[in-house]
Protein backbone atom coordinates (compact mmCIF):
# COMPACT_ATOMS: atom_id res chain seq x y z
CA UNK A 1 0.00 0.00 0.00
CA UNK A 2 1.44 3.85 -1.06
CA UNK A 3 2.49 5.44 2.05
CA UNK A 4 -0.04 8.15 1.05
CA UNK A 5 -3.09 6.18 0.81
CA UNK A 6 -5.83 7.19 2.88
CA UNK A 7 -8.08 4.50 4.55
CA UNK A 8 -11.62 4.84 5.98
CA UNK A 9 -12.13 2.56 8.84
CA UNK A 10 -14.50 1.73 11.76
CA UNK A 11 -14.15 -0.44 14.77
CA UNK A 12 -17.71 -2.04 15.49
CA UNK A 13 -16.61 -2.77 19.31
CA UNK A 14 -16.63 0.35 21.80
CA UNK A 15 -12.60 0.11 22.44
CA UNK A 16 -10.86 0.79 25.21
CA UNK A 17 -8.18 3.64 25.92
CA UNK A 18 -4.72 1.98 24.48
CA UNK A 19 -6.54 -0.29 22.23
CA UNK A 20 -4.68 -1.75 19.05
CA UNK A 21 -5.28 -0.76 15.73
CA UNK A 22 -3.86 -3.29 13.07
CA UNK A 23 -4.98 -2.25 9.68
CA UNK A 24 -4.99 -4.21 6.55
CA UNK A 25 -6.43 -3.13 2.84
CA UNK A 26 -8.73 -6.25 1.73
CA UNK A 27 -10.20 -4.71 -1.76
CA UNK A 28 -14.16 -5.94 -2.54
CA UNK A 29 -14.09 -7.84 0.92
CA UNK A 30 -13.69 -5.41 3.70
CA UNK A 31 -17.04 -7.60 5.21
CA UNK A 32 -15.79 -10.73 5.67
CA UNK A 33 -12.18 -8.95 7.24
CA UNK A 34 -13.66 -7.14 9.97
CA UNK A 35 -12.65 -9.12 12.53
CA UNK A 36 -9.06 -9.15 11.64
CA UNK A 37 -9.21 -5.11 11.43
CA UNK A 38 -8.06 -4.36 15.44
CA UNK A 39 -7.02 -6.48 18.41
CA UNK A 40 -10.05 -6.95 20.36
CA UNK A 41 -9.69 -5.93 24.13
CA UNK A 42 -9.07 -9.77 24.91
CA UNK A 43 -5.84 -9.47 23.32
CA UNK A 44 -4.82 -6.49 24.98
CA UNK A 45 -5.09 -8.38 28.28
CA UNK A 46 -3.03 -11.04 27.17
CA UNK A 47 -0.38 -8.48 25.76
CA UNK A 48 -0.54 -6.28 29.34
CA UNK A 49 0.24 -10.12 30.93
CA UNK A 50 3.48 -10.11 29.35
CA UNK A 51 4.90 -6.67 31.21
CA UNK A 52 5.83 -5.99 35.03
CA UNK A 53 6.11 -2.95 36.41
CA UNK A 54 7.43 -2.16 40.07
CA UNK A 55 5.81 0.27 42.69
CA UNK A 56 7.66 2.10 45.08
CA UNK A 57 5.64 3.80 48.12
CA UNK A 58 7.59 6.54 49.32
CA UNK A 59 9.81 6.38 53.05
CA UNK A 60 8.02 4.06 55.42
CA UNK A 61 9.20 2.75 59.06
CA UNK A 62 11.77 5.21 60.41
CA UNK A 63 11.42 7.69 57.59
CA UNK A 64 7.93 9.33 58.12
CA UNK A 65 8.58 11.30 55.14
CA UNK A 66 6.84 14.79 54.64
CA UNK A 67 3.54 16.00 56.59
CA UNK A 68 0.69 17.65 56.73
CA UNK A 69 -2.45 18.30 58.45
CA UNK A 70 -1.91 15.19 60.65
CA UNK A 71 -1.45 13.05 57.99
CA UNK A 72 2.21 11.19 56.94
CA UNK A 73 3.41 10.82 53.69
CA UNK A 74 4.25 7.38 54.51
CA UNK A 75 1.06 6.24 54.97
CA UNK A 76 -0.86 7.94 52.33
CA UNK A 77 1.83 7.39 49.78
CA UNK A 78 1.40 3.43 50.15
CA UNK A 79 -2.18 3.81 50.23
CA UNK A 80 -2.19 5.00 46.92
CA UNK A 81 0.19 2.77 46.03
CA UNK A 82 -1.46 -0.25 46.96
CA UNK A 83 -4.99 1.40 44.93
CA UNK A 84 -2.97 1.50 41.69
CA UNK A 85 -1.45 -2.44 42.15
CA UNK A 86 -4.84 -3.35 42.04
CA UNK A 87 -6.18 -1.23 39.44
CA UNK A 88 -2.60 -2.46 37.66
CA UNK A 89 -3.52 -5.89 38.73
CA UNK A 90 -7.24 -5.75 37.00
CA UNK A 91 -5.00 -4.80 33.69
CA UNK A 92 -3.80 -7.88 33.82
CA UNK A 93 0.33 -6.44 35.08
CA UNK A 94 2.33 -8.44 36.71
CA UNK A 95 2.90 -6.06 39.59
CA UNK A 96 5.81 -5.45 42.39
CA UNK A 97 6.26 -3.11 45.25
CA UNK A 98 9.65 -2.44 46.96
CA UNK A 99 7.56 -2.41 50.17
CA UNK A 100 4.00 -3.38 51.12
CA UNK A 101 3.81 -2.37 54.79
CA UNK A 102 5.02 0.02 56.93
CA UNK A 103 8.76 -1.05 57.00
CA UNK A 104 12.20 1.09 55.95
CA UNK A 105 13.75 0.32 52.51
CA UNK A 106 16.90 2.53 51.75
CA UNK A 107 16.80 3.87 48.44
CA UNK A 108 19.75 2.12 46.83
CA UNK A 109 17.62 -1.17 47.88
CA UNK A 110 14.97 -0.30 45.99
CA UNK A 111 16.58 0.70 42.74
CA UNK A 112 18.51 -2.73 42.99
CA UNK A 113 15.09 -4.23 43.71
CA UNK A 114 13.91 -2.60 40.76
CA UNK A 115 17.04 -3.75 38.61
CA UNK A 116 16.82 -7.46 39.78
CA UNK A 117 13.30 -8.20 38.29
CA UNK A 118 13.93 -5.85 35.20
CA UNK A 119 10.80 -3.92 34.68
CA UNK A 120 8.83 -2.43 31.98
CA UNK A 121 8.94 0.61 34.41
CA UNK A 122 9.52 1.81 37.64
CA UNK A 123 6.87 4.56 39.79
CA UNK A 124 7.72 5.85 42.71
CA UNK A 125 4.68 7.85 44.41
CA UNK A 126 5.40 10.24 46.70
CA UNK A 127 3.29 13.66 48.66
CA UNK A 128 4.97 16.82 48.72
CA UNK A 129 5.59 20.13 51.00
CA UNK A 130 6.70 23.74 51.25
CA UNK A 131 7.93 24.78 54.50
CA UNK A 132 7.79 28.19 53.31
CA UNK A 133 3.92 28.64 52.82
CA UNK A 134 0.89 26.58 52.88
CA UNK A 135 -0.46 28.32 49.52
CA UNK A 136 1.61 25.78 47.34
CA UNK A 137 0.05 22.86 45.78
CA UNK A 138 -0.05 20.99 42.45
CA UNK A 139 1.30 18.43 40.99
CA UNK A 140 4.65 17.32 39.90
CA UNK A 141 6.46 14.49 38.11
CA UNK A 142 9.95 13.69 37.68
CA UNK A 143 12.89 11.32 35.73
CA UNK A 144 16.36 11.75 35.24
CA UNK A 145 17.19 12.03 31.04
CA UNK A 146 21.14 11.27 32.39
CA UNK A 147 21.22 7.63 33.21
CA UNK A 148 24.28 5.63 32.76
CA UNK A 149 23.71 3.61 29.57
CA UNK A 150 27.62 2.43 29.01
CA UNK A 151 27.05 -0.69 31.26
CA UNK A 152 23.64 -1.38 30.85
CA UNK A 153 24.45 -4.33 28.69
CA UNK A 154 21.05 -6.13 28.33
CA UNK A 155 19.76 -3.25 27.15
CA UNK A 156 21.76 -3.03 24.42
CA UNK A 157 21.31 -6.65 23.58
CA UNK A 158 17.59 -6.56 23.36
CA UNK A 159 17.71 -3.74 21.31
CA UNK A 160 20.74 -4.68 18.80
CA UNK A 161 22.79 -1.82 19.86
CA UNK A 162 25.95 -1.22 19.16
CA UNK A 163 27.91 -1.91 22.67
CA UNK A 164 30.32 1.18 21.29
CA UNK A 165 27.27 3.15 20.17
CA UNK A 166 26.52 6.40 21.75
CA UNK A 167 22.94 6.44 23.12
CA UNK A 168 20.57 8.48 25.52
CA UNK A 169 17.58 6.94 27.21
CA UNK A 170 14.44 9.63 27.26
CA UNK A 171 12.32 6.80 27.68
CA UNK A 172 11.51 8.32 31.42
CA UNK A 173 10.81 11.68 30.12
CA UNK A 174 8.41 9.81 27.83
CA UNK A 175 6.75 8.05 30.69
CA UNK A 176 6.70 11.62 32.93
CA UNK A 177 4.64 13.43 30.29
CA UNK A 178 2.24 10.16 29.77
CA UNK A 179 1.42 9.78 33.53
CA UNK A 180 1.31 13.96 34.42
CA UNK A 181 -0.75 14.73 31.67
CA UNK A 182 -3.16 12.00 32.63
CA UNK A 183 -3.27 12.54 36.36
CA UNK A 184 -3.68 16.29 35.81
CA UNK A 185 -6.20 15.73 33.56
CA UNK A 186 -7.90 13.50 36.03
CA UNK A 187 -7.75 14.98 39.07
CA UNK A 188 -7.68 18.89 38.31
CA UNK A 189 -4.67 19.30 40.45
CA UNK A 190 -2.62 22.41 39.49
CA UNK A 191 0.33 21.73 36.66
CA UNK A 192 3.12 21.87 38.12
CA UNK A 193 5.08 20.27 35.16
CA UNK A 194 7.63 17.44 35.00
CA UNK A 195 11.12 18.24 35.83
CA UNK A 196 14.81 16.26 35.29
CA UNK A 197 16.00 15.11 38.65
CA UNK A 198 18.70 13.25 39.86
CA UNK A 199 16.55 11.92 42.79
CA UNK A 200 18.22 8.64 43.39
CA UNK A 201 15.80 5.74 42.54
CA UNK A 202 14.62 7.24 39.32
CA UNK A 203 18.40 7.39 38.47
CA UNK A 204 20.23 4.36 39.29
CA UNK A 205 16.92 2.24 38.29
CA UNK A 206 17.83 1.11 34.48
CA UNK A 207 14.22 1.12 33.04
CA UNK A 208 12.29 3.90 32.79
CA UNK A 209 11.38 5.50 36.06
CA UNK A 210 9.57 8.25 37.14
CA UNK A 211 8.70 9.95 40.49
CA UNK A 212 4.89 11.52 41.36
CA UNK A 213 4.91 14.24 43.51
CA UNK A 214 0.78 13.82 44.04
CA UNK A 215 0.15 16.77 45.68
CA UNK A 216 1.30 19.20 49.24
CA UNK A 217 0.74 18.06 52.49
CA UNK A 218 1.44 21.33 54.20
CA UNK A 219 -1.86 23.21 51.52
CA UNK A 220 -4.89 22.77 54.22
CA UNK A 221 -7.13 21.83 51.04
CA UNK A 222 -5.04 19.65 49.06
CA UNK A 223 -4.13 17.35 51.65
CA UNK A 224 -7.79 17.12 52.63
CA UNK A 225 -8.46 15.83 48.86
CA UNK A 226 -5.42 13.33 48.98
CA UNK A 227 -7.05 11.87 52.26
CA UNK A 228 -10.35 11.60 50.54
CA UNK A 229 -10.42 7.85 49.09
CA UNK A 230 -12.11 9.03 45.45
CA UNK A 231 -9.46 11.14 45.07
CA UNK A 232 -7.08 8.53 45.33
CA UNK A 233 -8.94 6.29 43.47
CA UNK A 234 -8.81 8.99 40.47
CA UNK A 235 -4.84 9.19 40.66
CA UNK A 236 -4.56 5.73 40.73
CA UNK A 237 -6.77 5.14 37.69
CA UNK A 238 -4.70 7.69 35.62
CA UNK A 239 -1.34 6.24 36.61
CA UNK A 240 -3.11 3.03 35.19
CA UNK A 241 -4.32 3.96 32.02
CA UNK A 242 -0.67 5.88 31.84
CA UNK A 243 1.22 3.04 32.35
CA UNK A 244 -0.69 0.73 29.87
CA UNK A 245 -0.47 3.35 27.10
CA UNK A 246 2.96 3.46 27.29
CA UNK A 247 3.49 0.11 27.39
CA UNK A 248 1.50 -0.54 24.09
CA UNK A 249 3.53 1.88 22.79
CA UNK A 250 6.55 0.75 23.76
CA UNK A 251 5.85 -2.79 22.73
CA UNK A 252 4.90 -1.44 18.87
CA UNK A 253 8.29 0.82 19.28
CA UNK A 254 10.72 -1.03 21.30
CA UNK A 255 13.26 1.70 20.27
CA UNK A 256 10.85 5.00 20.89
CA UNK A 257 12.75 7.42 23.23
CA UNK A 258 16.43 5.89 22.70
CA UNK A 259 18.64 8.70 20.84
CA UNK A 260 21.14 6.73 19.04
CA UNK A 261 24.47 8.35 18.28
CA UNK A 262 23.44 10.60 21.11
CA UNK A 263 26.15 13.74 21.80
CA UNK A 264 27.52 12.85 25.04
CA UNK A 265 26.02 14.76 27.87
CA UNK A 266 26.65 15.78 31.63
CA UNK A 267 27.29 12.81 34.00
CA UNK A 268 24.53 13.10 36.78
CA UNK A 269 25.58 15.25 39.96
CA UNK A 270 24.87 13.71 42.93
CA UNK A 271 21.90 11.34 43.95
CA UNK A 272 19.30 13.65 45.63
CA UNK A 273 17.47 11.45 48.47
CA UNK A 274 14.18 11.38 47.46
CA UNK A 275 11.26 13.50 46.32
CA UNK A 276 11.64 16.16 49.25
CA UNK A 277 15.09 17.79 48.61
Known amino acids: MSPVTAIRYAVSYAASAGALLCLTQVPGIWAKQAASLAYQPSDV ?3 M ?3 TVVLDAGHGGIDGGTQGEGILEKNLSLAITRRVEKHLAAAGIRTLMTRRDDTYVALEKRADFSNRHQPDAFV ?5 ADATTGNTSGLETYYCSRKRLGDMMRLRERLDL ?7 DRRSEWLADILHKGIQATTGAENRGTRDSNYLVVMNTECPAVLIECGYLTNTAEARRLEDEAY ?4 AAAITDGLRRFLLASRMNPR ?4 R ?3 AVAMPGPALEDGNP
Open 45 to 47: TLV
Open 49 to 51: QEF
Open 124 to 128: SIHLN
Open 162 to 168: PKDEAIR
Open 232 to 235: QEKI
Open 256 to 259: RGIE
Open 261 to 263: NAL
